[in-house]
Protein backbone atom coordinates (compact mmCIF):
# COMPACT_ATOMS: atom_id res chain seq x y z
CA UNK A 1 0.00 0.00 0.00
CA UNK A 2 3.18 2.30 -0.29
CA UNK A 3 1.73 3.76 -3.78
CA UNK A 4 -1.74 4.29 -2.18
CA UNK A 5 -0.48 5.96 0.69
CA UNK A 6 1.90 8.50 -1.06
CA UNK A 7 -1.02 9.18 -3.30
CA UNK A 8 -3.21 9.93 -0.23
CA UNK A 9 -0.62 12.40 1.36
CA UNK A 10 -0.71 13.89 -2.36
CA UNK A 11 -4.19 14.63 -2.66
CA UNK A 12 -3.92 16.27 0.50
CA UNK A 13 -1.25 18.20 -0.45
CA UNK A 14 -3.51 19.32 -3.68
CA UNK A 15 -6.53 19.87 -1.64
CA UNK A 16 -4.46 22.01 1.10
CA UNK A 17 -3.47 24.04 -1.86
CA UNK A 18 -7.03 23.90 -3.67
CA UNK A 19 -8.01 25.63 -0.26
CA UNK A 20 -5.19 28.18 -0.16
CA UNK A 21 -5.71 29.25 -3.41
CA UNK A 22 -9.75 29.53 -2.90
CA UNK A 23 -8.70 31.70 0.68
CA UNK A 24 -6.32 34.11 -1.49
CA UNK A 25 -8.54 34.92 -3.93
CA UNK A 26 -11.40 35.61 -1.70
CA UNK A 27 -8.85 37.27 0.69
CA UNK A 28 -7.60 40.08 -1.87
CA UNK A 29 -10.50 42.27 -1.40
CA UNK A 30 -10.52 42.47 1.99
CA UNK A 31 -6.26 43.18 2.22
CA UNK A 32 -6.78 45.94 -0.33
CA UNK A 33 -10.30 47.17 1.05
CA UNK A 34 -9.24 50.73 2.36
CA UNK A 35 -6.93 51.27 -0.55
CA UNK A 36 -9.84 50.31 -2.76
CA UNK A 37 -12.49 52.19 -0.82
CA UNK A 38 -10.32 54.98 -1.45
CA UNK A 39 -9.68 54.85 -4.96
CA UNK A 40 -13.78 54.17 -5.85
CA UNK A 41 -15.61 56.51 -2.98
CA UNK A 42 -16.54 53.43 -1.60
CA UNK A 43 -17.92 53.46 2.03
CA UNK A 44 -18.00 50.86 4.35
CA UNK A 45 -21.87 50.24 4.29
CA UNK A 46 -20.92 49.79 0.62
CA UNK A 47 -18.35 47.73 1.40
CA UNK A 48 -20.51 45.74 3.06
CA UNK A 49 -22.83 44.98 0.62
CA UNK A 50 -19.83 43.85 -2.07
CA UNK A 51 -18.65 41.42 0.52
CA UNK A 52 -22.42 40.21 0.64
CA UNK A 53 -22.52 39.69 -2.72
CA UNK A 54 -20.07 36.98 -2.19
CA UNK A 55 -21.44 35.37 0.74
CA UNK A 56 -24.95 35.36 -1.23
CA UNK A 57 -23.94 33.65 -4.43
CA UNK A 58 -21.67 31.71 -2.14
CA UNK A 59 -24.67 30.29 0.04
CA UNK A 60 -26.91 29.96 -2.69
CA UNK A 61 -24.33 28.01 -4.26
CA UNK A 62 -23.02 25.79 -1.61
CA UNK A 63 -26.19 23.05 -1.29
CA UNK A 64 -26.10 23.25 -5.05
CA UNK A 65 -22.97 22.78 -5.75
CA UNK A 66 -23.04 20.03 -3.14
CA UNK A 67 -25.29 17.90 -5.41
CA UNK A 68 -23.37 18.68 -8.23
CA UNK A 69 -20.11 17.59 -6.93
CA UNK A 70 -22.02 14.07 -6.04
CA UNK A 71 -23.20 14.06 -9.59
CA UNK A 72 -20.27 15.14 -11.26
CA UNK A 73 -18.13 13.85 -9.12
CA UNK A 74 -15.03 15.14 -7.14
CA UNK A 75 -12.04 15.25 -10.55
CA UNK A 76 -14.10 17.18 -12.66
CA UNK A 77 -16.23 19.61 -10.29
CA UNK A 78 -12.99 21.05 -8.49
CA UNK A 79 -11.63 21.17 -11.71
CA UNK A 80 -14.27 23.38 -13.05
CA UNK A 81 -14.48 25.52 -9.66
CA UNK A 82 -11.18 26.03 -9.22
CA UNK A 83 -10.71 27.37 -12.99
CA UNK A 84 -14.19 29.50 -12.78
CA UNK A 85 -13.18 30.98 -9.36
CA UNK A 86 -9.67 32.13 -10.77
CA UNK A 87 -11.20 33.52 -13.59
CA UNK A 88 -13.64 35.88 -11.17
CA UNK A 89 -10.11 37.03 -8.62
CA UNK A 90 -9.23 37.92 -12.30
CA UNK A 91 -11.86 40.05 -13.30
CA UNK A 92 -11.65 42.45 -10.29
CA UNK A 93 -9.20 43.92 -11.80
CA UNK A 94 -11.43 45.37 -14.30
CA UNK A 95 -13.96 46.72 -11.95
CA UNK A 96 -14.25 50.46 -11.89
CA UNK A 97 -16.86 50.96 -9.48
CA UNK A 98 -18.56 49.32 -6.54
CA UNK A 99 -20.84 47.28 -8.96
CA UNK A 100 -18.55 45.96 -11.18
CA UNK A 101 -16.97 44.72 -7.85
CA UNK A 102 -20.17 43.59 -6.43
CA UNK A 103 -20.91 40.98 -9.77
CA UNK A 104 -17.09 39.82 -9.44
CA UNK A 105 -17.79 38.65 -6.12
CA UNK A 106 -21.24 37.40 -6.89
CA UNK A 107 -19.63 34.66 -9.58
CA UNK A 108 -16.53 34.22 -7.28
CA UNK A 109 -18.79 33.02 -4.55
CA UNK A 110 -20.35 31.14 -7.06
CA UNK A 111 -17.61 28.81 -7.77
CA UNK A 112 -15.78 28.93 -4.91
CA UNK A 113 -18.67 27.39 -3.10
CA UNK A 114 -17.90 23.83 -4.58
CA UNK A 115 -14.69 24.01 -3.14
CA UNK A 116 -15.67 22.71 0.78
CA UNK A 117 -18.05 19.90 -0.43
CA UNK A 118 -15.78 18.55 -3.24
CA UNK A 119 -12.70 18.48 -1.16
CA UNK A 120 -13.86 16.37 2.03
CA UNK A 121 -15.83 14.12 -0.76
CA UNK A 122 -12.13 13.50 -2.14
CA UNK A 123 -11.48 13.00 1.93
CA UNK A 124 -13.74 10.67 2.19
CA UNK A 125 -12.82 8.38 -0.75
CA UNK A 126 -9.44 8.77 0.44
CA UNK A 127 -9.06 8.90 4.16
CA UNK A 128 -11.34 6.16 6.56
CA UNK A 129 -12.85 6.93 9.33
CA UNK A 130 -10.55 7.33 12.21
CA UNK A 131 -8.09 9.81 9.72
CA UNK A 132 -10.75 11.76 8.31
CA UNK A 133 -10.39 14.56 11.21
CA UNK A 134 -6.29 14.64 10.06
CA UNK A 135 -7.45 14.40 6.20
CA UNK A 136 -9.95 17.35 6.34
CA UNK A 137 -7.36 19.61 9.05
CA UNK A 138 -4.74 19.36 6.34
CA UNK A 139 -7.55 20.48 4.14
CA UNK A 140 -8.68 23.15 5.69
CA UNK A 141 -5.66 24.49 6.62
CA UNK A 142 -4.89 25.73 3.20
CA UNK A 143 -7.47 28.14 3.71
CA UNK A 144 -5.41 30.19 6.55
CA UNK A 145 -2.32 29.28 4.50
CA UNK A 146 -3.64 31.02 2.06
CA UNK A 147 -5.20 34.09 4.06
CA UNK A 148 -1.75 34.26 5.70
CA UNK A 149 0.09 34.03 2.47
CA UNK A 150 -2.71 37.05 0.94
CA UNK A 151 -1.24 39.76 3.33
CA UNK A 152 2.37 39.89 2.15
CA UNK A 153 1.74 39.19 -1.45
CA UNK A 154 -1.27 41.01 -2.05
CA UNK A 155 0.24 44.10 -0.05
CA UNK A 156 3.49 44.00 -1.48
CA UNK A 157 2.00 43.84 -5.32
CA UNK A 158 -0.55 46.07 -4.61
CA UNK A 159 2.39 48.73 -3.28
CA UNK A 160 4.60 48.06 -6.41
CA UNK A 161 2.32 47.94 -9.40
CA UNK A 162 -1.25 48.60 -8.18
CA UNK A 163 -4.70 47.10 -6.49
CA UNK A 164 -5.22 46.01 -9.86
CA UNK A 165 -2.49 43.81 -11.26
CA UNK A 166 -2.55 42.18 -7.35
CA UNK A 167 -5.93 40.41 -8.73
CA UNK A 168 -4.89 39.64 -12.07
CA UNK A 169 -1.80 37.53 -10.23
CA UNK A 170 -3.53 35.78 -7.97
CA UNK A 171 -6.09 34.23 -9.94
CA UNK A 172 -3.75 33.46 -12.80
CA UNK A 173 -2.31 30.98 -9.94
CA UNK A 174 -5.70 28.58 -9.96
CA UNK A 175 -5.09 27.65 -13.56
CA UNK A 176 -1.43 26.40 -12.56
CA UNK A 177 -3.22 23.94 -9.58
CA UNK A 178 -5.62 23.08 -12.12
CA UNK A 179 -3.69 21.16 -14.31
CA UNK A 180 -2.01 19.12 -11.42
CA UNK A 181 -5.28 18.24 -10.12
CA UNK A 182 -6.08 16.68 -13.38
CA UNK A 183 -2.83 14.51 -13.35
CA UNK A 184 -3.23 13.42 -10.34
CA UNK A 185 -6.80 12.85 -8.57
CA UNK A 186 -9.03 10.00 -9.11
CA UNK A 187 -11.46 8.27 -6.41
CA UNK A 188 -9.06 5.12 -4.90
CA UNK A 189 -11.20 3.08 -6.01
CA UNK A 190 -10.87 2.99 -9.63
CA UNK A 191 -7.54 5.41 -9.49
CA UNK A 192 -5.11 3.87 -12.28
CA UNK A 193 -1.93 4.01 -10.75
CA UNK A 194 -2.77 1.73 -7.94
CA UNK A 195 -3.24 -2.17 -8.21
CA UNK A 196 -6.38 -3.98 -8.34
CA UNK A 197 -4.94 -5.13 -4.02
CA UNK A 198 -4.81 -1.64 -2.94
CA UNK A 199 -8.17 -0.36 -5.08
CA UNK A 200 -9.58 -3.13 -3.06
CA UNK A 201 -7.99 -1.89 0.39
CA UNK A 202 -9.07 1.27 0.03
CA UNK A 203 -12.62 -0.04 -0.55
CA UNK A 204 -12.60 -2.10 2.36
CA UNK A 205 -11.12 1.38 4.42
CA UNK A 206 -14.08 3.14 3.28
CA UNK A 207 -17.45 3.17 4.06
CA UNK A 208 -18.33 3.26 0.39
CA UNK A 209 -19.56 -0.53 0.61
CA UNK A 210 -21.72 0.90 2.98
CA UNK A 211 -24.66 1.69 0.46
CA UNK A 212 -24.34 3.66 -2.85
CA UNK A 213 -28.28 5.65 -2.78
CA UNK A 214 -27.13 9.18 -1.85
CA UNK A 215 -29.76 10.41 1.75
CA UNK A 216 -32.69 12.27 0.33
CA UNK A 217 -33.06 15.83 0.96
CA UNK A 218 -36.45 15.17 2.86
CA UNK A 219 -34.58 12.39 4.65
CA UNK A 220 -31.83 14.40 5.70
CA UNK A 221 -33.65 17.19 6.72
CA UNK A 222 -35.60 14.50 8.97
CA UNK A 223 -32.58 13.84 10.45
CA UNK A 224 -31.36 15.37 13.81
CA UNK A 225 -27.86 14.36 12.87
CA UNK A 226 -28.36 17.29 9.42
CA UNK A 227 -29.14 19.63 11.72
CA UNK A 228 -26.59 19.40 14.10
CA UNK A 229 -24.35 19.52 11.50
CA UNK A 230 -26.07 22.56 10.25
CA UNK A 231 -26.11 24.51 13.70
CA UNK A 232 -22.01 23.51 13.98
CA UNK A 233 -21.94 25.93 10.44
CA UNK A 234 -24.47 28.43 11.53
CA UNK A 235 -22.14 29.37 14.91
CA UNK A 236 -18.91 29.45 13.52
CA UNK A 237 -18.63 30.10 10.02
CA UNK A 238 -19.28 33.97 10.53
CA UNK A 239 -16.33 33.93 13.06
CA UNK A 240 -14.13 32.94 9.96
CA UNK A 241 -15.85 35.46 7.58
CA UNK A 242 -15.23 37.94 10.16
CA UNK A 243 -11.74 37.24 10.27
CA UNK A 244 -11.03 36.84 6.40
CA UNK A 245 -13.06 40.41 5.75
CA UNK A 246 -12.92 42.44 8.68
CA UNK A 247 -9.74 42.28 10.70
CA UNK A 248 -7.31 44.17 8.18
CA UNK A 249 -9.89 46.59 8.30
CA UNK A 250 -10.28 46.33 12.45
CA UNK A 251 -6.51 46.70 12.46
CA UNK A 252 -6.35 49.71 10.39
CA UNK A 253 -9.21 51.82 12.10
CA UNK A 254 -8.60 50.63 15.71
CA UNK A 255 -5.05 50.58 15.49
CA UNK A 256 -3.64 52.96 13.08
CA UNK A 257 -2.17 50.01 10.73
CA UNK A 258 -1.13 50.91 7.35
CA UNK A 259 -1.48 48.71 4.27
CA UNK A 260 2.24 47.81 4.99
CA UNK A 261 1.44 47.15 8.75
CA UNK A 262 -1.24 44.61 7.05
CA UNK A 263 1.21 43.08 5.21
CA UNK A 264 4.02 42.91 7.96
CA UNK A 265 1.21 41.61 10.75
CA UNK A 266 -1.77 40.27 9.26
CA UNK A 267 -0.83 37.04 8.36
CA UNK A 268 -0.25 35.82 11.82
CA UNK A 269 -4.09 35.10 12.87
CA UNK A 270 -4.10 33.31 9.59
CA UNK A 271 -1.25 30.87 10.84
CA UNK A 272 -2.63 30.31 13.45
CA UNK A 273 -5.73 29.26 12.37
CA UNK A 274 -4.16 26.48 9.62
CA UNK A 275 -1.64 25.41 12.37
CA UNK A 276 -4.56 24.90 14.36
CA UNK A 277 -6.46 22.89 11.57
CA UNK A 278 -3.48 20.68 11.01
CA UNK A 279 -3.09 20.35 15.08
CA UNK A 280 -6.30 19.42 16.01
CA UNK A 281 -6.51 16.79 12.84
CA UNK A 282 -3.37 15.49 14.22
CA UNK A 283 -4.16 15.38 17.61
CA UNK A 284 -7.08 13.35 17.19
CA UNK A 285 -5.40 11.07 14.99
CA UNK A 286 -2.56 10.25 17.19
CA UNK A 287 -5.41 9.73 20.36
CA UNK A 288 -7.74 7.59 18.47
CA UNK A 289 -4.66 5.54 17.09
CA UNK A 290 -4.05 4.94 20.77
CA UNK A 291 -7.62 3.66 21.70
CA UNK A 292 -9.45 7.67 22.79
CA UNK A 293 -12.31 6.68 20.58
CA UNK A 294 -12.98 9.22 18.00
CA UNK A 295 -16.30 10.96 20.05
CA UNK A 296 -14.23 11.31 23.38
CA UNK A 297 -11.30 12.73 21.79
CA UNK A 298 -12.89 15.08 18.93
CA UNK A 299 -15.99 16.41 21.69
CA UNK A 300 -12.78 16.99 24.25
CA UNK A 301 -11.08 18.68 21.65
CA UNK A 302 -14.02 21.12 20.72
CA UNK A 303 -14.80 21.80 24.17
CA UNK A 304 -11.10 22.99 24.61
CA UNK A 305 -11.03 25.15 21.63
CA UNK A 306 -14.33 26.85 22.39
CA UNK A 307 -12.92 27.94 25.99
CA UNK A 308 -9.69 29.29 24.38
CA UNK A 309 -11.88 31.14 21.94
CA UNK A 310 -13.87 32.54 25.09
CA UNK A 311 -10.89 33.41 26.60
CA UNK A 312 -9.11 35.15 23.37
CA UNK A 313 -12.24 36.89 22.53
CA UNK A 314 -12.41 38.53 25.97
CA UNK A 315 -8.75 39.63 25.22
CA UNK A 316 -8.83 41.79 22.11
CA UNK A 317 -12.83 43.18 23.36
CA UNK A 318 -10.63 44.80 25.56
CA UNK A 319 -7.58 45.54 24.22
CA UNK A 320 -5.95 49.15 24.12
CA UNK A 321 -2.94 48.41 22.24
CA UNK A 322 -2.44 46.54 19.06
CA UNK A 323 -0.56 43.72 20.42
CA UNK A 324 -2.96 42.59 22.56
CA UNK A 325 -5.72 42.71 19.97
CA UNK A 326 -3.63 40.73 17.32
CA UNK A 327 -2.90 38.19 20.23
CA UNK A 328 -6.60 38.01 21.03
CA UNK A 329 -7.02 37.55 17.03
CA UNK A 330 -4.30 34.76 16.88
CA UNK A 331 -5.96 32.86 19.92
CA UNK A 332 -9.57 32.73 18.14
CA UNK A 333 -8.11 31.76 15.23
CA UNK A 334 -6.50 29.05 16.78
CA UNK A 335 -9.50 27.66 18.63
CA UNK A 336 -11.67 28.19 15.96
CA UNK A 337 -9.18 25.33 13.51
CA UNK A 338 -8.65 23.18 15.92
CA UNK A 339 -12.66 22.93 16.81
CA UNK A 340 -12.29 21.16 13.25
CA UNK A 341 -16.09 22.12 12.34
CA UNK A 342 -16.09 20.75 8.50
CA UNK A 343 -14.97 17.28 9.75
CA UNK A 344 -18.25 17.08 11.58
CA UNK A 345 -20.47 15.41 8.23
CA UNK A 346 -17.89 13.00 7.19
CA UNK A 347 -17.47 11.88 10.67
CA UNK A 348 -21.33 10.70 10.95
CA UNK A 349 -22.33 10.54 6.89
CA UNK A 350 -21.16 7.73 4.67
CA UNK A 351 -19.07 9.43 1.83
CA UNK A 352 -22.48 9.11 -0.97
CA UNK A 353 -23.60 11.40 1.38
CA UNK A 354 -21.38 13.78 2.72
CA UNK A 355 -21.19 16.55 -0.03
CA UNK A 356 -24.77 17.33 -0.25
CA UNK A 357 -24.49 17.63 4.00
CA UNK A 358 -21.49 19.86 3.57
CA UNK A 359 -23.14 21.92 1.11
CA UNK A 360 -26.76 22.04 3.07
CA UNK A 361 -24.67 23.60 6.31
CA UNK A 362 -22.86 25.64 3.86
CA UNK A 363 -26.07 27.03 3.20
CA UNK A 364 -27.44 28.29 6.34
CA UNK A 365 -23.66 28.79 7.40
CA UNK A 366 -23.71 30.95 4.58
CA UNK A 367 -26.46 32.46 5.62
CA UNK A 368 -25.51 33.34 8.69
CA UNK A 369 -22.28 35.24 7.44
CA UNK A 370 -24.77 37.40 5.17
CA UNK A 371 -26.44 38.65 8.25
CA UNK A 372 -23.31 38.86 10.59
CA UNK A 373 -21.68 41.29 7.71
CA UNK A 374 -24.47 43.81 8.51
CA UNK A 375 -24.31 43.36 11.73
CA UNK A 376 -20.40 44.14 12.05
CA UNK A 377 -20.87 47.05 9.91
CA UNK A 378 -23.32 48.40 12.06
CA UNK A 379 -21.56 47.44 15.41
CA UNK A 380 -18.28 48.89 14.21
CA UNK A 381 -19.68 52.49 13.29
CA UNK A 382 -22.39 52.54 16.21
CA UNK A 383 -20.83 49.94 19.15
CA UNK A 384 -17.42 49.20 18.48
CA UNK A 385 -15.34 46.34 17.98
CA UNK A 386 -15.84 44.82 21.43
CA UNK A 387 -19.40 43.79 21.28
CA UNK A 388 -18.75 41.73 17.97
CA UNK A 389 -15.72 40.37 19.27
CA UNK A 390 -17.94 39.40 22.59
CA UNK A 391 -20.42 37.80 20.26
CA UNK A 392 -18.20 35.84 18.59
CA UNK A 393 -16.23 34.35 21.59
CA UNK A 394 -19.46 32.23 22.86
CA UNK A 395 -20.48 31.22 19.35
CA UNK A 396 -18.07 27.78 19.37
CA UNK A 397 -19.48 26.67 23.04
CA UNK A 398 -22.93 26.75 21.02
CA UNK A 399 -21.96 24.72 18.09
CA UNK A 400 -19.99 22.29 20.66
CA UNK A 401 -23.89 22.08 22.58
CA UNK A 402 -25.18 21.11 18.83
CA UNK A 403 -22.77 18.66 18.36
CA UNK A 404 -23.65 16.90 21.98
CA UNK A 405 -27.57 17.00 21.79
CA UNK A 406 -28.06 16.92 18.05
CA UNK A 407 -25.06 14.72 16.00
CA UNK A 408 -24.62 12.70 18.91
CA UNK A 409 -21.77 10.52 18.86
CA UNK A 410 -18.97 10.76 15.99
CA UNK A 411 -16.79 8.39 14.13
CA UNK A 412 -20.07 6.11 13.90
CA UNK A 413 -21.49 6.22 10.37
CA UNK A 414 -25.19 5.74 9.88
CA UNK A 415 -26.42 4.17 6.44
CA UNK A 416 -29.89 4.14 7.42
CA UNK A 417 -31.22 7.51 8.39
CA UNK A 418 -34.30 5.73 9.76
CA UNK A 419 -32.20 2.95 11.56
CA UNK A 420 -28.56 4.63 12.36
CA UNK A 421 -27.91 2.04 14.81
CA UNK A 422 -28.37 -1.40 12.97
CA UNK A 423 -25.57 -0.07 10.51
CA UNK A 424 -22.63 1.72 11.35
CA UNK A 425 -18.69 1.56 11.07
CA UNK A 426 -16.94 2.40 14.21
CA UNK A 427 -13.92 4.27 14.41
Known amino acids: MAKAES ?4 IAGLLFLSTGLNYLDRQTLSILATTIQEDLKIDDMGYARITSYFLFSYTIMYAVSGRLVDFLGTRRSLALAVSGWSLAG ?19 GTFESANFPAGIKAVAEWFPVKLRALGIGIFAAGGSFGAAVAAPLVSSLALAYGWRLAFVVVGALGFVWMAAWLIVYQP ?5 RLTAEERA ?3 READAAGGKVTFGLWALLASRRTWGCILVRVFTDP ?6 FWIPKYLTTAHGFSLADIG ?15 LGGSIASWLVERGGGVDRVRKGLMLSASLLVLGSGALVATATNPTAALLGITGISLGHGLWGNLAVPSEVFPSHSVAFVTGLAGTLGGVAGILSQFGIAWAAGNQGYGLIFGVFSVCPLLAYLAVKILVGRLGEISFELAAPVEKKIHA
Do not use: D, K, M
Open 188 to 192: AARHP
Open 264 to 278: RYAWIPFVALSGGNI
Open 7 to 10: LRWT
Open 90 to 108: ILHGVAHSAGQLAACRLVL
Open 239 to 244: IVYFVS
Open 201 to 203: GFE
